[in-house]
Each structure stands twice: as structure tokens, then as C-alpha cells.
Nanobody, 117 residues
Framework: QVQLVDSGGGLVQAGGSLRLSCAASRRTFSWYHMGWFRQAPGKEREFVSAIRWSGSRTYADSVKGRFTISTDNAKNMVYLQMNSLTPEDTAVYYC???????????WGQGTQVTVSS
């Protein structure tokens, strides 16, 4: 079974950048889409971004123009480049993998992103 390990979170000032990484345990990917989600304190988990095996990308309106999702299949890695961060981006970020459209089956453990004012 594939395992995902996400990392790269930390404390950053507003306007700064972070790059989150998600490593899959298998040496090759077999997936339909990879996604990033986040959950802020006291709020429900929300969709952030996804990339499909075809390379098609989707972003939540709240992060369009600021975040970029990408993959490096040779390294079994998925990334989320986050720029122009704001305190509203503070959350635990989770990467996820799905083999079927609309479903995410495997989740990382989460990495904390904190953006200070």
C-alpha cells in the first residue's frame, strides 16, 4: 500500500513563501490525481489544489495565482509552491492521492503552516 509523507511546513511571515513536499513510498506513481488540502483551526478541511496524471491542474479560488502544484514522477514527489502567504493560509496541509476521480484514498500525516502578520 502506498504511503504519503508530507513535509515543508513551518513559520513564515506574511508575504513569504514555502514549498511543501509530498513523497510517495512507491518508486512509481499509479494515480489519477494528487491533491493538497488544508484545515485551519476551528474550520473544516478544504480543497487547495490538485494535479491529474495528465498534468491538468485545479486550484481553489483562494489560492489561484499564489500557489502552484507540480510533480516529479521520477522522484515520486508532489509539491505545492506557496507564495504571497497570508495569515489566512495558516493551516495543517495534507497531501492526498486518489486512483478514482472524485475520491482521495491515501493521505499524508499533515504539515503545519503558520503565517504571521
Amino acid at each position: 500500500q502506498v504511503q504519503l509523507v508530507d513535509s515543508g511546513g513551518g513559520l513564515v511571515q506574511a508575504g513569504g513563501s514555502l514549498r511543501l513536499s509530498c513523497a510517495a513510498s512507491r518508486r512509481t506513481f499509479s494515480w489519477y490525481h494528487m491533491g493538497w488540502f488544508r484545515q485551519a483551526p476551528g474550520k473544516e478541511r478544504e480543497f487547495v489544489s490538485a494535479i491529474r496524471w495528465s498534468g491538468s491542474r485545479t486550484y481553489a479560488d483562494s489560492v489561484k495565482g499564489r500557489f502552484t502544484i507540480s510533480t516529479d514522477n521520477a522522484k515520486n514527489m508532489v509539491y505545492l509552491q506557496m507564495n504571497s502567504l497570508t495569515p489566512e493560509d495558516t493551516a495543517v496541509y495534507y497531501c492526498a492521492m486518489g486512483v478514482t476521480a472524485g475520491i482521495y484514498d491515501i493521505w499524508g500525516q499533515g504539515t503545519q503552516v503558520t503565517v504571521s502578520s
